[in-house]
């Protein structure tokens, strides 16, 4: 198959080229799109066989269920059964944007899309190229992010063609991904809401709306029977570029601690990525990314496929603090991790 690669401008849609995309849609087929987080891989929601082709088109295991994307509020009634106050007073708040919610399903909504499992989870995308192309496909659209299962996520038109090329009909290039890192996703079915993924809204936006909202204990890496875990994603190793990751928290002195693992690692090609400190280290790879939750989250999972491409054995992180964007890139860099000291 032949996968054309469209380039559109988020800032002045073309929409002759949307409409062909989203005959695409309509047509049982796949488009990989932008959004403000990373790129998904889209397919109409409510086909089940459009929605195989996405699990097929990525390697993702059949029990790992989608995210539906809408342009308008209002289709939320057909594909939700209750919207919880709680679940409404985010919605006001932060969509669109980059925040996930869980809901129980209606019969619209075919197993496929949601794995077998009876709650569904949507968001409404703030991306341009996103919008009008749900809106021209006239369907919800089901997206995952756009790269094989077990890749980092994609954050350009690249990074899937790198990934996905051959395996769907169209890729939009609307530019980098803004935000880099994915939504946030909560459970609204419970009594009180549940942070089941951290991503582009932090918990301390989350709390001002909802102070009763708490996070799910798989997020913080606790050790939890797989059949507790609440969002089937979790239990899977994401995120991963081939080099092993040693992720050294935010805590005591950094500088021994690399000196230490390249002295235990002399036979491995070794990246050694620094956020606080400055200190140069002869004869390795050193990068320095900064502090800023923004900049790092925007380009950690460039960076992931980047330490792939130069074909390093072995990734150090240094820490960061653990608040606002902070929490997501660490559960990201741990969920990929080799080790963490
Ligand atoms: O930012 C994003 O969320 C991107 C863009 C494309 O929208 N999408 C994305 O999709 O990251 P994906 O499939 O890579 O991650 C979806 C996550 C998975 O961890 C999945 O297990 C969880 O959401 N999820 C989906 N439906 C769920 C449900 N009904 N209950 C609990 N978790 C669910
Ligand atoms: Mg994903």
């Not at 002045?12 to 891989?41: C, D, M, R």
């Not at 390697?59 to 342009?71: A, M």
């Not at 989350?206 to 913080?220: C, D, F, G, R």
């Not at 200190?279 to 380009?299: E, T």
Request: hydrophobic letters at 40%.
């Amino acid at each position: 198959m032949q996968t054309h690669i469209v380039k559109i401008n988020p800032k002045k849609i073309n929409h002759k080229k949307i409409n062909l995309a989203a005959e695409i849609i309509k047509s049982g087929k796949l488009v990989a799109f932008p959004t403000e987080t990373v790129y998904g891989l889209g397919a109409n929601a409510l086909d089940k066989n459009a929605v195989k082709k996405i699990y097929k088109a990525k390697g993702r295991p059949s029990d790992n269920p989608l995210i539906i994307h809408i342009n308008d509020k209002k289709d939320l009634a057909k594909l939700t059964l209750n919207i919880s106050k709680d679940a409404q007073k985010l919605i006001d708040k932060f969509w669109p944007g980059p925040l996930t919610l869980i809901f129980k399903k209606t019969t619209l909504v075919p197993k496929e899309t949601t794995a077998g499992i009876d709650t569904v989870a949507i968001r409404m995308p703030q991306n341009s190229i996103a919008l009008a192309l749900i809106k021209a496909s006239g369907f919800p659209i089901a997206a995952p992010s756009a790269n094989l299962f077990s890749k980092p996520s994609p954050t350009s038109a690249k990074h899937v063609s790198d990934d996905l090329n051959g395996k769907i009909e169209m890729i939009i290039d609307g530019g980098n991904s803004q935000i880099g890192l994915e939504s946030t996703v909560v459970d609204t079915t419970e009594k009180f809401p549940i942070i089941l993924r951290p991503g582009g809204i932090t918990k301390e936006e989350l709390k001002k709306i909802i102070p009763n909202i708490t996070l799910h204990p798989a997020v913080e890496n606790k050790k939890i029977k797989i059949n507790k875990l609440k969002s089937p994603g979790l239990k899977y190793k994401h995120y991963a570029p081939k080099a092993k990751i040693i992720f050294i928290e935010k805590k005591g002195k950094i500088i021994p601690k690399i000196k230490k693992i390249l002295q235990e690692n002399t036979d491995q090609k070794i990246a050694i990525i620094l956020t606080n400190s400055k200190c140069n280290f002869p004869n390795q790879y050193v990068k320095f990314i900064g502090n800023d939750p923004k900049i790092i989250a925007r380009n950690l999972f460039k960076l992931f496929r980047k330490m792939d491409d130069i074909k390093m054995d072995l990734i150090i992180i240094e820490g960061i603090d653990a608040k606002n964007l902070g929490l997501a890139i660490i559960n990201r860099i741990k969920r990929a991790t080799y080790k963490v000291i």
